[in-house]
């Protein structure tokens, strides 16, 4: 079946622009969540949503960030006012309620000029 | 969060078996053990998970220390394509299941033919 996907794949913005990412999940998954990579690093969580709520955005560094999963399904993390080091590779997961395993999309390389 | 130890990398030759240790000292009892892998350009990917007792699916081994203060991720087999970063992850039992992950620098794994 059809995995995680994401949109853009490629996003160049010039700094203090906005721009928003998409997230599809698998389809029936409850879950969704939001991390980010910068180059080298290991993934750095962001935010996660449980149904159409967000349960933990504890990881969300600023009021730049924002997600938003209306209807429980598709999600859209938006970056206000972007800088230059919010440049990253941004990945999207989804699960099952259990979670026990996350599948991740390819991501979205935000490169902010 | 609980914090996990591996080495940055480790190298290893195509149709041999590879160990990639992990160390949890400050694992707590309810701490399950996860791995996740990351291709080059790719999503990470689940690899395994276990709690006390060594586990075995069709990616890989996971053979889990007595104190549980460690553990190991066996690929019986390495191929080319197993060349990746190996996150070692705990992750704590929760009622409602889907929580973030926490990801460390990882281990890359390089398999030479």
């Known amino acids: 079946g059809a995995g995680v996907s994401q949109t853009p794949s490629n996003k160049v913005t010039e700094k203090g622009k906005y721009v928003e990412l998409r997230c599809d999940p698998i389809s029936g998954h409850t879950a969704l969540y939001w991390y980010r990579q910068s180059l080298g690093q290991g993934p750095e969580f962001l935010i996660y949503f449980q149904g159409t709520g967000a349960a933990d955005d504890s990881g969300l560094p600023n009021d730049r960030f924002f997600a938003v999963r209306p209807e429980g399904s598709v999600s859209t993390l938006k970056i206000q006012r972007t800088e230059r080091g919010d440049s990253a590779v941004y990945l999207c997961?989804?699960?099952?309620?259990?979670?026990?395993?996350?599948?991740f999309g390819p991501g979205t390389r935000l490169t902010v000029t | 969060d609980a914090k996990t130890t591996q080495p940055n990398s480790m190298e290893s030759n195509e149709e041999e078996p590879v160990h990639l240790p992990c160390n949890h000292s400050t694992i707590s009892g309810t701490d399950y053990i996860h791995w996740y892998r990351q291709l080059p350009s790719q999503g990470p990917e689940y690899v395994i998970h276990g709690l006390t007792s060594n586990v075995n699916n069709r990616m890989a081994s996971l053979a889990i220390a007595e104190d549980r203060k460690s553990s190991t991720l066996i690929l019986h087999r390495a191929t080319l394509r197993d060349a990746a970063v190996y996150y070692c992850?705990?992750?704590?039992?929760?009622?409602?299941?889907?929580?973030?992950?926490?990801f460390g620098q990882g281990t890359r794994l390089t398999i030479n033919p």
């Open positions: 992850i705990l992750r704590p039992y929760t009622i409602q299941g889907a929580q973030k992950l926490v």
């Open positions: 997961a989804s699960s099952s309620q259990q979670g026990y395993e996350q599948y």
